[in-house]
């Protein structure tokens, strides 16, 4: 199977900058989609960022001009850079992939999270 490895999160301050990655290992043909998704406490898991393989965006609207989501298909790996950070960006962090196997078995994993915290 696929997993997934995030970093990058960790403590700053309102109007910082944070850069988040994601790696993937395993067997991975192709991979379609990559996004960043957080979960705030008590609240549900919200879609942040979306790639596409052929490049493609698509950002929630609060982070719009703020976020930026890149990969990297050589590495397997993608990246959230987060300027302008806000304390209502503190959240746990989760990294999503979806694509094939070469195997051709298809793949939807999930990173461990990172902690991403912004004080006033």
């Known amino acids: 199977q696929v997993q997934l490895v995030e970093s990058g999160g960790g403590l700053v301050q309102a109007g910082g900058s944070l850069r988040l990655s994601c790696t993937a290992s395993g067997s991975i043909w192709r991979i379609n989609t990559m996004g960043w998704y957080r979960q705030a406490p008590g609240k549900q898991r919200e879609l942040v960022a979306l790639?596409?393989?052929?490049?493609?965006?698509n950002y929630a609207d609060s982070v719009k001009g703020r976020f930026t989501i890149s990969k990297d298909n050589a590495k397997n790996t993608g990246y959230l850079q987060m300027n302008s950070l806000k304390p209502d960006d503190t959240a746990v962090y989760f990294c999503?992939?979806?694509?094939?196997?070469?195997?051709?078995?298809?793949?939807?994993?999930w990173g461990q999270g990172t902690q991403v915290t912004v004080s006033s």
């Open positions: 999503n992939m979806k694509g094939a196997l070469y195997s051709t078995t298809d793949f939807d994993s």
């Open positions: 790639i596409t393989r052929v490049g493609n965006t």
